[in-house]
C-alpha cells in the first residue's frame, strides 16, 4: 500500500491552490484532488478586483505552475466520501481511494440559480453565468443582471463594456455590494437600475426575448438578450461526511484554526460559514489551513 500523503487538498481553486502551495513550502508531501478544471470561479474573472490584480486565470495558472514544479501529486477525480482507517483520512474518487494524514477541503461554491421559470429552459440560450466569457455575445444588445451583491455589480460593470444596456435588476432597496463598485455604477450611462424588483419569469423560446418583473403590485416586462443571476453562492458539499458540521446554508462550520469537527479534516474559503469573500481572504485561509495542518502533524 502506498504511504499516505501528509496533505490531500480537495479544490483547486485559489484557496485549494493556495494551500497546497503553502503545505509544500513546509516539505509535506501533498495532493491536490479536482475532477473539472483548476481554478475555480475566479477564472470567470479577467479583471480581479483587489489584490493580486490581473485575470483570474492568470492568477491560477501561476499558482497552478508554482505547485508543480514544487511537485505537487494531480489527483484527477471527484471526491465522493471522506473516511477515516486508523491514524489515516480515506478519501474516495472515482478511480480509487486516496489515503492522507490530513485533508483540508477547499471546494469552493457554485453560483446559485434564481429559480424561476425560463431559467433553467433556456439555459445557454441567453441564460449565462460569466460576463467575461458571453458579454462579447450582447454587443450592443440589452441584458438583465439579478443581484445586489459585489458579484451582480461586478458583472453589470463588465457587461456594460458590450452590452447596449444594462439593466439591473434588485429585490432590496440598497445595494450589499462594496460601495467602490456601487460608485463606479453612476458613471455608466447604459446601466439602468431597478431597485425593489423581483424576476418572475425569463421569457422566450428559441432564445431569451426578455423577464417579467414585478415592482409592488407593478408587473411589467424588460425586454433582452441575455440574463445573468447572481444571487448568492452554495456549497459545494456533497461528498462532506454528516458528522462535519454546517450552517443552515450548508457552509462548513470550523474552529479558529480552520479544523472541522472530523480531526484531521479542515475547511477553507468559499464553502467554509465565515469565509469573508475576498480573493485576499481564499488566499489567507488556503495558508492558514495549511499551516493548521503542519502544526497537527507535528
Ligand atoms: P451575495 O453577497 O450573497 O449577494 C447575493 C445578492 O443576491 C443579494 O443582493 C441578495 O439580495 C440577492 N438575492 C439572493 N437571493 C435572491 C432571490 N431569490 N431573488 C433576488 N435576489 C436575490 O452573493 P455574491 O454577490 O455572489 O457574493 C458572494 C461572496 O463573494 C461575497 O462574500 C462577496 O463579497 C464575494 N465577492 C467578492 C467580489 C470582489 O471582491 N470583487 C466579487 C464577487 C463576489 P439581498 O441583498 O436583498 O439579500
Not at 474516495?92 to 433553467?120: C, F, M, N, Q, Y
Not at 481572504?281 to 495549511?290: L, P, Q, S, V
Amino acid at each position: 500500500m502506498p504511504e499516505p500523503y501528509d496533505v490531500l487538498v480537495i479544490g483547486t481553486g485559489i484557496t485549494g491552490l493556495t494551500a497546497a502551495r503553502q503545505a509544500l513550502r513546509e516539505g509535506l508531501v501533498t495532493a491536490a484532488m479536482e475532477s473539472m478544471f483548476f481554478g475555480g470561479l475566479v477564472t470567470n474573472i479577467n479583471d480581479l478586483d483587489g489584490e493580486p490584480g490581473g485575470s483570474g486565470s492568470d492568477v491560477s495558472a501561476g499558482l497552478m505552475m508554482e505547485i508543480s514544479q514544487m511537485g505537487v501529486k494531480n489527483i484527477s477525480e471527484a471526491a465522493s466520501a471522506i473516511t477515516r482507517d486508523g491514524d489515516c483520512l480515506v478519501v474516495k474518487g472515482d478511480a480509487g481511494s486516496h489515503r492522507a494524514r490530513s485533508v483540508i477541503i477547499a471546494s469552493g461554491a457554485r453560483l446559485k440559480h434564481l429559480g424561476v421559470p425560463g431559467e433553467a429552459e433556456l439555459e445557454e440560450k441567453g441564460v449565462s453565468r460569466c460576463a467575461d466569457c458571453d458579454g462579447p455575445f450582447y454587443q450592443g444588445k440589452e441584458v438583465v443582471v439579478v443581484g445586489g451583491g459585489d458579484s451582480a455589480l461586478q458583472e453589470a460593470l463588465v457587461l456594460t463594456e458590450f452590452a447596449g444596456r444594462v439593466h439591473l435588476v434588485h429585490r432590496g432597496e440598497e445595494f450589499r455590494a462594496q460601495q467602490h463598485l456601487v460608485d463606479r455604477l453612476a458613471g455608466h450611462s447604459n446601466i439602468q437600475v431597478h431597485m425593489n424588483t423581483r424576476v418572475e419569469a425569463v421569457l422566450g423560446s428559441a432564445a431569451v426575448s426578455g423577464v417579467r418583473v414585478r415592482a409592488g403590485d407593478g408587473v411589467s416586462e424588460i425586454a433582452c438578450a441575455g440574463f445573468f443571476a447572481y444571487v448568492g453562492l452554495e456549497p459545494a458539499n456533497e461528498f462532506v461526511p454528516a458528522e462535519i458540521a454546517r450552517d443552515a446554508a450548508g457552509f462548513l462550520q470550523t474552529d479558529e484554526g480552520l479544523q472541522t469537527a472530523m480531526p484531521g479534516v479542515f475547511a477553507a474559503g468559499a464553502v467554509r460559514f465565515g469565509y469573508g469573500g475576498m480573493l485576499t481572504h481564499a488566499i489567507a485561509e488556503g495558508e492558514a489551513a495549511a499551516k493548521s495542518a503542519l502544526a497537527l502533524l507535528r
